[in-house]
């Protein structure tokens, strides 16, 4: 066993997280000093008790912080008391009547609920709130050095931004680095392997951003270290030696994040409370083995899956605990493999959060028994296959960026938006009149009065770019008319939802341009209108849409993340003014297939059901419809049970995205693809400019800054 630089035992000079690990040798007298104190600190709280029962709350805390040694100023730092001292504490706190002290008290951070007297905006910031705190997670790192790759540290910052989450040790690969016998140039060329390893290096390596290294930071880097040398067994599986086990049992850890190493068995697999972490990057039920993110493309799935995982002695056969789906990119392998590692950098984060709220009883569910095939890398047949689709898909992508711009428009289908719920349903839609080539309509969502349905939608003007909310009065016997100049806002607006409620029409326009969710009221419907409130602030929410359901009032809505992916959110209220509260679980899910609101949610037959996009194939190709299975403000869970594609032979036959109910109707939208000239020389300048800053410097991974999608119905990727 190979113990970290500093001090013996592998403990660093700095104290962290109190004494030295029990079961560690050779720990430093700073250490042994450290124990000591502590139960000097503890050992007369019994005496202390009927003193402690007359002092107010505010003193009982002190004297309870200072018998447990963590205000004492003969201590080296400022230390959590270990689990034999709080066991001693709380054996003598007993009697104490309603004052327990099972966890000491500190500041917890929670989510804004709004303004105390109820009604009033509110956001995903937080307030400080004096609570008792949940228990913390302490968690350790395996790693191959001084370095992680750039997605595993932003795995790390999502985590350490959660209160009561703290890293405790690095469990570092001894072996990591150790020169291995390489293979010379004529044998490497003779591989049946050996056009995947020239496109590796050609086009992979250091391409991705990713993967590259990034030191760990001096928080970090001050941990205790502990170094192991596996043993390898068979040709891939690792053991930990017994002494190496002890030690990190040693750290009371919670749970252990696996950046390094290959395939670990045995005891290190219980060496923490709730085991060891992997991300397996790929949907477990369909593609195991390397390389990830390859064999999607090659056989022509549209998303490419993300799974975190609890380690067990089978292989692949773990206990999954968070899962996510972004979007496969056919045209570059690089692109899409940059997606699925940084599309899951906050699921451990979130296993974390549900195990602090008592949520995460999945945590010790079954493991896996999936029986999805086994891929191995990829040998020089599949490769000239691989070549050729990734170019055709260039190729494609590019003639249909420059050559088929999107035109979506709007219809109505004479029948419930639960009509949909049945595969067997062919809509007939009455489209409105086509627009020009340079406008679009979408976003569509209606009121029924007087037979007449007035259709509240997005009109962009595709030369400049902005979205405006129009009005359409579409009477049932007649032709439809379009009012402009309504519900005038100072940014791109798209997705007007409109609500009814006690008698008066609402409407909640996204604007996530101004980080925030407007309420407004018509005052004359559709022409006037007047902002009464605002429910949500600093928040860039997508395509905001609620439901009042079960007593309650909620807000689904996407948040897009800096690697343009969108992740659900909701917010709960008791009333349509608030005040809102966010759901405990946010975010609730990312899959790229069925996470963006698409339209309204509905109650059929008791069940609430929530229309999404599905952008697994590109953006507003269809509509998945959820079934909501849970809902409360602590849990969520919801299953898609149907997809609505747009009709191949209709006039809008390339996209769909919406779903909107408006009594026993259903307004969609839909697109086709035209050429437009203006948008041909501009998207083809836009490509250019790109084209020549892609080659003057290389690209760089933002992990600060989200970029947040100034428009719903915001043009294609450039192709680079």
Request: include cysteine; proline fraction near 8%; aromatic fraction near 8%.
């Amino acid at each position: 066993m190979h113990h970290g630089r500093g001090l013996p035992g592998g403990v660093e000079p700095r104290v962290r997280y109190g004494g030295a690990p029990k079961g560690v040798l050779g720990a430093a007298p700073l250490h042994r000093r450290g124990r000591q104190v502590a139960a000097e600190a503890a050992e007369p709280f019994g005496r202390a008790l009927p003193e402690l029962r007359r002092l107010p709350g505010a003193e009982l805390r002190v004297a309870v912080r200072l018998l447990e040694g963590r205000g004492d100023p003969r201590l080296e730092a400022r230390q959590r008391p270990g689990r034999a001292v709080a066991a001693r504490r709380d054996r003598a706190c007993q009697g104490l009547g309603a004052v327990k002290f099972a966890r000491p008290q500190h500041s917890e951070v929670r989510p804004m609920s709004g303004r105390s007297r109820g009604v009033g905006p509110a956001n995903e910031q937080y307030l400080v709130d004096t609570a008792p705190a949940p228990q913390r997670l302490r968690y350790g790192i395996m790693c191959s050095g001084a370095q992680l790759a750039t997605w595993q540290a932003l795995v790390v910052r999502e985590l350490r931004s959660i209160p009561h989450v703290e890293p405790a040790l690095l469990i570092v690969d001894a072996d990591a680095g150790a020169l291995r016998p390489r293979r010379g140039v004529w044998q490497r060329l003779r591989s049946p392997t050996a056009l995947w390893g020239l496109y590796q290096r050609a086009c992979i390596l250091g391409k991705v951003p990713a993967e590259r290294p990034v030191d760990l930071g001096a928080d970090l880097d001050r941990l205790p270290v502990i170094r192991c040398r596996a043993e390898l067994r068979g040709k891939f599986s690792q053991f930990f030696s017994p002494e190496d086990v002890a030690a990190i049992r040693s750290y009371e850890l919670d749970f252990i994040l696996r950046f390094g190493f290959n395939i670990i068995r045995g005891d290190i697999l219980s060496a923490a409370r709730y085991g060891v972490w992997s991300f397996h990057h790929g949907d477990l039920e369909r593609y195991r083995g390397m390389p990830f993110a390859f064999w999607e493309i090659a056989k022509g799935d549209p998303v490419t899956g993300i799974t975190l995982q609890r380690l067990t002695d089978g292989l692949d056969s773990g206990v999954v605990l968070k899962q996510c789906f972004v979007r496969s990119v056919p045209k570059s392998y690089a692109r899409s493999r940059q997606n699925a590692l940084v599309g899951g950098i906050d699921l451990p984060a979130q296993v974390c959060r549900d195990l602090l709220s008592n949520r995460g009883e999945y945590v010790s569910a079954e493991p896996s028994r999936t029986t999805a095939p086994i891929f191995r890398t990829p040998r020089n047949t599949h490769m000239v296959g691989f070549l050729a689709q990734t170019a055709a898909a260039k190729v494609t992508d590019a003639a249909g960026w420059l050559f088929r711009h999107p035109q979506w428009c709007v219809g109505i289908v004479d029948s419930p938006i639960h009509a949909f719920l049945d595969s067997r349903f062919r809509p007939q839609v009455r489209w409105l009149p086509r627009p020009d080539r340079r406008h679009f309509l979408a976003d569509p969502f209606a009121v029924r009065s007087d037979r007449t349905t007035t259709i509240m939608a997005e009109e962009l003007d595709q030369a400049e770019g902005i979205g405006r909310l129009v009005a359409i009065v579409w009477p049932d016997a007649g032709l439809p008319t379009i009012r402009r100049g309504i519900l005038e806002l100072t940014v791109h607006a798209s997705y007007p939802y409109l609500v009814e409620h006690e008698g008066e029409v609402f409407c909640i326009p996204e604007t996530s341009a101004s980080r925030e969710v407007a309420l407004y009221k018509s005052i004359e419907f559709p022409d006037r209108w007047t902002k009464v409130d605002t429910l949500v602030r600093g928040v860039p929410a997508l395509d905001p849409s609620l439901v009042l359901f079960e007593g309650r009032w909620w807000m689904f809505y996407g948040i897009e993340d800096a690697a343009g992916a969108v992740r659900l959110h909701a917010m709960y209220a008791p009333a349509l003014m608030g005040p809102w509260m966010p759901h405990a679980a946010n975010p609730l899910k990312m899959d790229v297939r069925s996470t963006r609101p698409g339209g309204t949610p509905f109650v059929h037959q008791g069940t609430l059901y929530r229309p999404a996009q599905d952008c697994s194939r590109g953006y507003g190709g269809a509509v998945a419809l959820n079934r909501v299975i849970r809902l409360t403000p602590t849990d969520f869970c919801e299953e898609v049970v149907a997809v609505v594609g747009p009709d191949p032979r209709g006039p809008f036959p390339t996209g769909i995205h919406t779903l909107s109910a408006v009594g026993d109707k259903t307004v969609i939208d839909g697109q086709r693809a035209l050429f437009v000239p203006a948008q041909f020389a501009a998207q083809f300048r836009k490509m250019s400019r790109k084209i020549l800053r892609h080659r003057q410097r290389p690209r760089t991974v933002s992990a600060s800054v989200p970029r947040h999608a100034s428009s719903r119905m915001r043009r294609p990727p450039c192709p680079t």
